[in-house]
Nanobody, 128 residues
Framework: QVQLVESGGGLVQAGGSLRLSCAAS????????MGWFRQAPGKERDVVAT????????YYADSVKGRFTISRDNAKNTVFLQMNSLKPEDTAVYYC?????????????????????WGQGTQVTVSS
């Protein structure tokens, strides 16, 4: 079992920055692919970014490319999402997700259904 706890959400003005963190329990964190997803009111959950078990491969949704950066620290069992140049359309609940996997495919891990574990979510609100 893996437990995920997100933090770092909040209210920020457009153009501002936030850094989300996701702390994971478990001794095998380093063998898990990780992802950040978000869900806005009335919309489906969408992938934001994913990262391979080693951190060597990443994927970003087109809507966040060049503005968001996903990273991980396996020694601290933590994955991060640095969000810059935030826009009102980035407003959503952001979820961290994890699944075992040492083979990384960007298309595969962009699907939420491929993840076994989810955090409770953290709200990000961007005001205009």
């Amino acid at each position: 079992q893996v437990q995920l706890v997100e933090s770092g959400g909040g209210l920020v003005q457009a153009g501002g920055s936030l850094r989300l963190s996701c702390a994971a329990s478990g001794r095998t964190f380093g063998s898990y692919a990780m992802g950040w997803f978000r869900q806005a009111p009335g919309k489906e959950r969408d992938v934001v970014a994913t990262i391979s078990w080693s951190g060597g491969s990443t994927y970003y949704a087109d809507s966040v490319k060049g503005r968001f950066t996903i990273s991980r620290d396996n020694a601290k069992n933590t994955v991060f999402l640095q969000m810059n140049s935030l826009k009102p359309e980035d407003t959503a609940v952001y979820y961290c997700a994890a699944t075992p996997g040492t083979y990384y495919s960007a298309l595969y891990y962009a699907k939420g259904s491929k993840y076994d574990y989810w955090g409770q979510g953290t709200q990000v609100t961007v005001s205009s």
